[in-house]
Nanobody, 122 residues
Framework: QVQLVESGGGLVQPGGSLKLSCAAS????????MSWYRQAPGKQRELVASISDGRSTQYADSVKGRSTISRDNGKNTVYLQMNSLKPEDTAVYYC????????????????WGQGTQVTVSS
């Protein structure tokens, strides 16, 4: 079985910073892509940032220039460094990973973490 476990959320003042982490564990062969999504109350889940195993990245316009996604392939971990946080960044942040396992074979399966709350407020 594969699990994604997030950490690093919390309460931060506007203008502050947070670093989220998500570690994948289990019978993992490779992880072609890892991403962060977020969902604010009453809104749809949206992509925040993603990174390939070759470290190509993409960002939502709303966080571009303020956030950095990175990964440690040896630890099967993805990070999201968020700076200059705004109240509108308040949401539950979810880790997502496309993972190849011995069972899935060549085609990766999608896995989600349980989510971590980020609240930006004074």
């Amino acid at each position: 079985q594969v699990q994604l476990v997030e950490s690093g959320g919390g309460l931060v003042q506007p203008g502050g910073s947070l670093k989220l982490s998500c570690a994948a564990s289990g019978s993992i062969f490779s992880i072609p892509a890892m991403s962060w999504y977020r969902q604010a109350p009453g809104k749809q889940r949206e992509l925040v940032a993603s990174i390939s195993d070759g470290r190509s990245t993409q960002y939502a316009d709303s966080v571009k220039g303020r956030s950095t996604i990175s990964r440690d392939n040896g630890k099967n971990t993805v990070y999201l460094q968020m700076n200059s946080l705004k109240p509108e960044d308040t949401a539950v942040y979810y880790c997502n990973a496309a993972i190849r396992t011995r069972v899935s074979g060549f085609y990766p399966q999608d896995y989600w973490g349980q989510g971590t709350q980020v609240t930006v407020s004074s």
